[in-house]
């Protein structure tokens, strides 16, 4: 209590002057102040209503879509956006509207499952990394260094032309591109809690590496890995929209925005809306994400937080 | 005003709005420093001891801080009407101050030499190779040896001790009339701590500049100063000349530092703690700040402040009952600790 | 001098991380779908002359034996024959090089004229309105699809405003400017042709403007955040008690410090840099690298995707190379141990 008040009064900067003494306290005052930084920080709610409003769109996509995505129409091919077909039609006749409705679902998917994998294995390599230390770790952290001397765009257009134009292929290669990321930020998050006296203490009572990487390890390095996996989404969206549009990703007819951008370049000069509203629903969903993992690092931030 | 008055603080008032409410860091501090003088200004970490120094060069934040109310005459003329460029022409040529960490003190990607020169052409407005020449005077004069190649030495290769010496030296070399130093000593070995405090005070003194030291340590203070405040939560309890605040300590605040004071001549002794915690600065006590810890605090304590009490021409208490004998008080022997440190 | 030692030891350092790009470009193209000699040859061919080139390309010796030649042919600067363009890649490579230096150069000074400046304003003024306002800008730069930024460039610039040309280096009727370094406007610079370097001036605009985009808002970021620590520091306060102009302040003793870090974080986002420029040349049908990478894959011509991989990650790892070094040159600390 007497450090923390000096800290704010001595530095005259901190605004935050420390955790009052008892443990109830403790608590009500780090919830309050969560949410007082929520609400400093309208930005952040905007992020999160982007997200929400994304997987709503999502989840009510056959009732928000007024036509089926894959309908055909090539009577009304490249009508502009009225109140018949909001945002226009492509050059198939297909309602440009209800093609980014459903294809919310695919960005969702890639977002989760890219996040999904490459965090997964990428935390879980970090853990035994940094935990591990020594000979495994040396080898670990080069075969990482390796992978992070590409460039991402071009590994994963390298990866999926290999495996083949496909979004399944894409979503891989978006993963695997991202894993030494996640990789190495556990790594250094297992150096510092390793050396904790929680985790001595469980070593001493006979707790097993593995135990130990999966109840405090992985744990403890939850909320950093929470913040990347955020802004990870945003860039996994990007680049697999990037794939799609050099057409290494999801293929026609599926409506993928990426792809649809793809399409509609061919008829920028005249039909701008084909091109411009699938990026427009790229970019919106990459601040989304963007601007959460601003708010979540800002708020998890135990620096910040001082 | 007196004309003998360097630095006159008159009611200062510095707040800090937090999310959790108002910090009253500073309420109601009443200072003077005369020229020549050296004035300590002694309490716990946190009783708002570094913020009015910095108020005084005008480097507190606002926001979260913000001055309240209160008067800071430096000749005279009150510092906190004084716009920006004003105070710039004033820091570091009239009032320069030293920090307490001198390890991060200096910027760590330039040379000591030329973070000095950089100061002295500012403030004596001479050429480089003229500047130059003053720093190495002035690195002479801190005793440093070979001060030219200090000059070509980056602060990440020096010791805390010899930074802190290119501090003196580079705070001095504009010739302030009021040098601010923030626990200078207090990051520093103990051996290291009394060969600073003396350089200082001996090149002080060839200076005819006052200063006014900052520090938690009552060996320190018994040790340079010419006069002591004692703050306690943001505000002077007690002013006297530095040996009768020593032999004749009224305030009970003051009385309970002395006795966390070690003394040396009682191995035995052990360092008494005042009771209680240093109060919440946002939600002050009422009355006198320090009745809920103070072992003689009677009813009207947490009433009303105490106003000042003259004990004698410059021994100012803020206490009730400061003209009560000051002998009856348990911790005593504190006198003979500091005539052997001094 | 110590900073010697240094760039020898970031030198020897990265001799692993390539070794280790050449064994996963090597496994990447034993995993193409299909032989590579069948590729070459193509469908119609008899079996004796794909056994032959089967031969000539070693593709019957061990994986190890393999590596080995591959290696030896690396070093000799042999990256194999295109198979759309049936030439040494090397020399495709060699050929859409300056086009892709020229843009990225372009877009790199744009990005450090308007960054460093942006991000120092952040900084200084943080939580006012500007500060929100340029945060705000940089945060839709990272967002944003470079693919779709650079239709939109397009779309208002060239359809709608018809302001600047379309895709392209140069316009058709405008003979490009022969000279040595194979860059239009310093080429057309050096022959004093006016003509031709209004015109590659006028191309080059809208996609340098595409690729900067990207990266600006990311080193906005990191000189802004680098900034507001830097100035939180003990000898930024020093340097206020000692009088110093809050211009001094920010720029010699601030910026200089905050460049540290965000010069180690450019150099690990080049790569974004690299991303943005194969999106922005296929984009703008600017014949560099990026495009050739492009139009290979859509061949399926690994020899030329590789050979591109290849030097694009030496280049990557050279760009890092010299970040370190600046890194070095910054922070004496860092030279001195």
Not at chain 1, 114 to 141: E, H, N
Not at chain 1, 152 to 173: D, E, Q, R
Not at chain 2, 221 to 233: E, G, I, L, N
Not at chain 3, 153 to 175: E, H, K, Q, S, T
Request: glycine residues 10%; proline residues 6%; charged residues 15%.
């Amino acid at each position: 209590m007497q450090k923390s008040i000096s800290t704010v009064a001595s530095a005259g900067g901190g605004v935050y002057p420390g955790a009052p003494r008892r443990g109830k306290w403790f608590k009500d005052k780090e919830l309050g102040y969560t949410v007082h930084l929520i609400r400093q920080n309208p930005l952040m709610l905007a992020g999160l209503m982007i997200i929400i409003l994304l997987v709503v769109v999502a989840a009510l996509a056959p009732w928000l879509a007024p036509y089926r995505p894959t309908s055909v129409d090539l009577g009304g091919r490249l009508s502009p956006p009225s109140p018949g077909h909001l945002l226009g039609t492509d050059e198939m006749g297909r309602d440009i509207f209800s093609r980014i409705v459903y294809g919310s679902r695919i960005s969702i998917q890639i977002a989760v499952t890219v996040v999904a994998i490459a965090g997964v294995i990428g935390s879980f390599l970090g853990a035994v990394s940094g935990y591990v230390g020594g000979r495994l770790d040396t080898v670990m952290m080069r075969v990482m260094d390796m992978i992070l001397a590409f460039p991402s765009l071009v590994l994963a257009m390298v990866l999926a032309a290999v495996l083949g134009p496909s979004l399944t292929n894409a979503l891989l290669a978006v993963s695997f591109v991202q894993i030494p990321k996640y990789a190495r930020l556990v790594r250094g998050q297992a150096l510092v809690l390793r050396e904790k006296q929680f985790v001595k203490a469980a070593r001493v009572i006979g707790a097993g590496d593995l135990w130990i990487i999966t109840r405090h390890i992985l744990p403890g390095s939850l909320s950093a890995v929470l913040v990347l996996a955020t802004m990870g989404m945003a860039e996994a969206i990007l680049l697999a929209a990037s794939l799609s549009f050099i057409g290494l990703g999801a293929q026609p007819p599926e409506p993928e925005w990426g792809a649809m951008v793809a399409m509609g370049r061919d008829y920028l000069m005249d039909q701008w809306w084909l091109a411009t509203f699938p990026g427009i629903a790229i970019f919106m969903v990459a601040v989304g994400f963007n601007i959460l993992g601003d708010g979540l690092r800002d708020i998890l931030d135990p620096r910040l937080r001082q | 005003m007196n004309a003998a008055n360097l630095l006159e603080i008159h009611g200062l008032h510095l707040y800090f709005d937090t999310y959790l409410g108002t910090v009253r860091a500073v309420e109601g501090l009443d200072l003077t420093v005369s020229r020549g003088e050296t004035v300590g200004l002694v309490g716990e970490s946190g009783c708002g001891k570094s913020v009015s120094a910095l108020a005084i060069l005008g480097l507190i934040s606002q926001p979260p801080g913000r001055i309240a109310g209160g008067k800071i005459l430096f000749k005279g003329e009150d510092l906190l009407k004084k716009s920006p460029a004003e105070l710039r022409n004033i820091r570091g040529k009239y009032i320069s101050m030293i920090f307490q960490e001198p390890m991060s003190s200096l910027n760590p990607v330039y040379r000591v030499g030329d973070q000095m020169v950089e100061v002295i052409m500012l403030h004596r407005r001479v050429s480089r190779g003229e500047a130059r020449k003053i720093a190495l005077e002035m690195l002479h004069e801190v005793q440093m040896p070979d001060p030219e190649a200090v000059m070509q030495k980056y602060p990440f290769e020096m010791s805390g001790g010899m930074l802190q010496r290119v501090m003196i030296a580079m705070e001095l070399s504009g010739k302030p009339d009021l040098l601010l130093a923030d626990e200078p000593t207090t990051a520093l070995d103990v051996t290291v701590q009394a060969q600073i405090l003396r350089l200082m005070k001996n090149l002080v003194k060839k200076m005819n500049a006052s200063v006014l030291l900052i520090t938690h340590d009552l060996g320190v203070v018994a040790q340079t100063c010419d006069r002591v405040a004692v703050m306690y939560a943001g505000q002077v309890v007690e002013v006297a000349p530095t040996e009768e605040l020593f032999t004749d300590p009224r305030h009970p605040y003051t009385r309970g530092l002395m006795g966390c004071f070690p003394d040396p001549n009682r191995q035995d002794a052990e360092l008494a703690a005042i009771e209680g915690t240093v109060p919440d600065l946002i939600n002050p006590p009422g009355g006198c700040r320090f009745h809920p810890r103070c072992p003689r605090a009677g009813d009207i304590c947490g009433k009303e402040g105490p106003g000042p009490v003259a004990i004698s021409d410059d021994h100012v208490v803020h206490c009730f009952f400061a003209r009560q004998a000051s002998d009856d008080h348990s911790e005593g022997g504190t006198g003979k600790g500091v005539a052997v440190l001094g | 001098m110590q900073i010697w030692g240094f760039i020898v030891r970031r030198i020897l350092y990265l001799i692993p991380v390539l070794i280790g790009v050449t064994l996963i470009t090597f496994a990447l193209s034993h995993l193409v779908p299909g032989d590579p000699a069948r590729l070459i040859v193509g469908q119609r061919a008899s079996e004796e002359t794909l056994e032959r080139v089967r031969e000539e390309l070693g593709l019957n010796k061990p994986v190890p034996v393999q590596y080995i030649s591959y290696m030896k042919d690396l070093a000799r600067g042999n990256l194999g024959t295109s198979i759309r363009s049936q030439r040494p890649v090397i020399q495709d490579l060699r050929e859409r090089f300056p086009a892709s230096f020229e843009l990225t150069s372009l877009a790199l000074l744009f990005c450090v004229i308007v960054a460093v400046p942006l991000g120092v304003v952040c900084a200084v003024k943080r939580n006012k309105l500007v500060d929100h306002l340029i945060r705000v800008f940089a945060l839709f730069g990272v967002s944003m699809p470079v693919f779709w930024w650079g239709l939109i460039l397009l779309l208002i610039f060239y359809v709608i405003l018809g302001w600047l040309p379309g895709p392209g280096r140069i316009a058709m009727d405008i003979a490009a400017p022969a000279g040595p370094t194979g860059m239009y406007l310093l080429d057309s610079l050096i022959a004093g042709d006016w003509q031709a370097f209004g015109s590659a001036l006028s191309h080059i605009i809208l996609p340098a403007f595409c690729l900067s985009y990207v990266y600006l808002a990311i080193m906005t970021r990191m000189v802004r955040s680098s900034m507001l620590e830097v100035l939180n520091q003990e000898y930024i306060r020093t340097a206020r008690a000692n009088g110093l102009s809050e211009w001094t302040i920010v720029v010699r003793h601030g910026l200089r410090n905050a460049l540290v870090p965000t010069v180690t974080i450019l150099g690990l986002s080049f790569g974004e840099l690299i991303g943005g420029a194969i999106l922005t040349e296929a984009i703008f049908a600017w014949p560099g690298l990026g495009s050739y990478l492009v139009e290979s894959i859509g061949f399926l011509d690994f020899p030329s995707i590789m050979g591109f991989t290849i030097l694009i990650c030496v280049i990557y790892v050279m760009v890092n190379l010299l970040v370190d070094i600046a890194y070095g040159l910054l922070d004496p600390q860092i030279r001195w141990n």
